[in-house]
């Protein structure tokens, strides 16, 4: 009998392999996962692991400024796969389900869904027939977005920063969004203006999501602070 010894620095990246395949492996029967594939056509690539490839980006280019950082989330392929994969393998909470007493509670019948990536939560919003917004900074994320709420016949308000200011939203949903701000208080600033309630959540330990180097912490009691300033009181601010 040989007994094989393997160091914790050595299996790490073993498991996390087997990790990433198993995600492809359970995610390749959904709904979400059949849209990317048939989006990207001849791009779409079977079996990547979306967490390093968005590190090494990242980590290819000083991010130490809003506009280097802005670039990265605006030009980068991966993020598409990485969302997809988070909410086809089945690990990413239904948070749209979680919110619904507080969207009963406040009547809200109007949400724009800031950072609203490939339209996981936003594509829940029009389902349940909510006038529904979206503002995504990722060129291929906004337009993936679009394309599967064409695919299934779900109105959406599309919006940029050109005019973002024009409409408004009772609800301003800013979930899996604040750790990728620069200045999330600054960022928000125009649509929490004009609405009524502001979900989100944040990250205040640094140790979610694998740590990725593209995250950021912020203070939760900072972020209040910011958004009080600009006049939401602190029962209008749902995390």
Same mark, same amino acid.
């Given at each position: ?6 160091? *914790?620095h050595?299996?790490l ?7 990433v ?5 359970? %995610? ?5 996962f059949?849209? +990317?594939?048939? $989006? ?11 967490s390093? %490839? +968005? ?6 280019e ?19 796969? !990485? ?5 086809? &393998? !089945? ?11 507080? *969207? ?7 949400? *724009?869904?800031? !950072? ?6 936003? +594509? ?5 027939? *909510?006038?529904t917004?979206?503002?995504? +900074?990722?060129e ?39 750790e ?22 944040s ?12 995250? $950021? &912490?912020?203070?939760? &009691? ?8 600009? !006049? ?8």
């Amino acid at each position: 009998t040989e007994i094989y010894t393997l160091s *914790l620095h050595d299996a790490l990246p073993i498991c996390w392999k087997h990790l990433v395949a198993a995600r492809w492996q359970v %995610a390749q029967k959904s709904e979400d996962f059949v849209e +990317l594939r048939d $989006f990207l056509g001849p791009r779409f690539q079977w079996g990547i692991d979306p967490s390093w %490839a +968005l590190a090494d980006e990242w980590n290819a280019e000083p991010r130490d400024s809003q506009e280097s950082v802005e670039d990265f989330y605006r030009k980068t392929p991966w993020y598409i796969y !990485g969302l997809v994969l988070w909410k086809a &393998s !089945g690990q990413r909470p239904n948070y749209v389900a979680r919110a619904i007493p507080v *969207l009963q509670q406040y009547n809200i019948s109007s949400v *724009l869904d800031f !950072g609203a990536g490939v339209g996981t939560d936003a +594509l829940q919003f029009a389902k349940m027939g *909510l006038r529904t917004g979206v503002l995504e +900074l990722n060129e291929l994320a906004s337009q993936f977005l679009c394309w599967r709420a064409r695919r299934r016949g779900l109105p959406l308000v599309v919006l940029d920063r050109a005019n973002a200011d024009g409409d408004t939203f009772e609800l301003i949903w800013a979930v899996d969004v604040i750790e990728h701000l620069w200045n999330p208080a600054e960022s928000l600033r125009c649509p929490l203006e004009t609405c009524r309630l502001l979900i989100h959540d944040s990250e205040e330990t640094g140790r979610s999501c694998g740590r990725h180097p593209f995250h $950021f &912490s912020y203070d939760q &009691s900072g972020l209040w602070h910011s958004w009080e300033e600009m !006049g939401l009181h602190r029962d209008s601010i749902a995390t």
